[in-house]
């Protein structure tokens, strides 16, 4: 089953992470961004701006095809493809063959990043109440960093790809104030195949409809399971969104 980004937001049960294809307004560029729904709909929770990269690191144009598990990003060039998949609550994972990955934050007041590691960056959003760990896992990683007295003006991340395996991935991860330490990283494919599985075990505990209303039943089943977020704060338990769209305030 696919469908619509600019309709059906891309997420995973659990998860405040979401990723949607946005139209143009104020303040914001037509794009595919890396979202969170925390903090209510007073604000839509535009965190990154994704887009391929060719080999110059020029932006290309890219057609998403999305899963409940992954979202293919095809570049318009045919040379190079992305895949994104939330791996976990917390965590979004990205792989590309052919071709980069530019993240671009936009930051606010008191909005700042800084190197963690050689390999990881840490971006601190007080516009959205929470930090993003972005982190190296193949390829190569370039990040520019302005700073203008009171945040970083400009964040913006670039993957490009191994010479030698023409690859390349790394990892978003979400996170309030101290980063939980991973023993190891996954492979993107088992990442996969684990929601796979999660929605799957959703899918099938809904009811059974004719042929007829199939897809219906696994489009309503997929938003359901991902509009579950993770009990925190004043959520004591686990609890669903009526969207990822506008409506994360009931």
Known sequence: MNFDLNIVPFSRRESFLAISL?????????????????????????????????????PISFEPVASPDNIRLTASDS????????????????????????????????????????????????????RFMLTRLAGQMGMEVEWNEIKSSRVTADFSVDPATNCAEFAVEEFITVLKPRDRWESFDDAVESVREDYGHWLNNTLTV?????????????????????????????????????????
Not at 97 to 111: H, N, S, V
Not at 219 to 241: D, F, H, K, Q
Request: net charge negative; glycine share 6%; with cysteine.
């Open 22 to 58: 946005l139209p143009a307004a104020e303040n914001r560029r037509q794009g595919l961004y890396l979202r969170t729904v925390r903090g209510g709909d007073d604000k839509f929770g535009e965190a990154f701006l994704i887009e391929l990269l060719n080999r110059q690191n020029e």
């Open 210 to 250: 004719s042929e007829r209303w199939q897809e219906a039943r696994e489009l309503a089943a997929y938003i359901t399971w991902s509009c579950v977020v993770p009990a925190e704060g004043c959520l004591t338990r686990p609890a669903m969104y009526m969207s990822k769209n506008w409506m994360t305030n009931i």
């Open 79 to 130: 040379l190079g493809h992305a895949d994104i998949c939330i791996s976990d609550s917390r965590t979004v994972r990205f792989r590309s063959e052919g071709c980069g990955i530019r993240l671009t934050f936009f930051p606010a007041a008191y909005d700042y990043a800084y190197e963690t590691h050689p390999d990881s960056w840490e971006v601190n959003s007080f516009t959205h109440g929470c």
